[in-house]
């Protein structure tokens, strides 16, 4: 029974935690390119978009030539800015696109 009860308090805990909206760069070494994006939860944005790439299943064509052609050792993700968790939804993705144009634009970089 403790078992059970330490699953249980550890599935509340995965649910109540918060989340952590930013915005975050690609940057492939090789190149310099640097593509800037945004997510509601950039703590985990990483491992999904590293998956996609090695699947050769990401939307953008430039990103995933890029990796196809340079491979994964030359590029990092990298978080830019992080937003208070206290926003309203409404105020998180205004703020999202805000500063991820502002983070591409100062950058010179591509919007994904």
């Known amino acids: 029974m403790p078992h059970h009860q ?7 805990a995965y649910k109540d935690r918060k989340t952590v909206a930013g915005v975050f760069a690609v940057v492939c070494t090789a190149t310099g390119e640097v593509w800037v994006g945004r997510s509601s939860h950039i ?42 968790p206290d926003l309203s939804r409404l105020e998180r993705d205004g703020e999202l696109k805000r500063r991820a144009a502002l983070w591409s634009a100062g950058l010179q970089a591509y919007a994904l």
Request: hydrophobic fraction near 35%.
């Open 6 to 12: 330490s699953r249980r308090a550890l599935l509340a």
């Open 43 to 84: 703590e985990n944005h990483r491992n999904g978009l590293w998956f996609a790439l090695r699947h050769s299943g990401y939307p953008r064509p430039d990103l995933q030539s890029a990796w196809n052609t340079h491979g994964e050792e030359n590029f990092r993700f990298e978080g830019l800015d992080h937003l208070s």
